[in-house]
């Protein structure tokens, strides 16, 4: 269920605040850091502010890192906003 309240909306129990929202999506991505050290990962969801990635564990995951996007030839800077054991929420600084 899906309601409108304000700014935000709510789907299935939970708030959804943010700014703009992210478009489903299911993309094969790496997270690099350290000088080349890479995690797989997969993109759930992507907005122009932050994305939804799904990793086999966010342990050892560093709070900023380097999201490559090969298919698109992308490449976005990030700063972990919350994570759970095999999700994070990032977003774009800058």
Known sequence: MTVVEDDKTVVQGQVERRRIRRH???????????????????VRNLSPLGACLEVESSIGVPDTFVLLIDSEHARYDC???WREPKRLGVEFPG
């Open 79 to 81: 700063r972990v906003v």
């Open 24 to 42: 489903r999506t299911l993309k094969g991505g790496s997270i690099a850091f350290n000088s080349g050290a890479r995690f797989d990962c997969r």
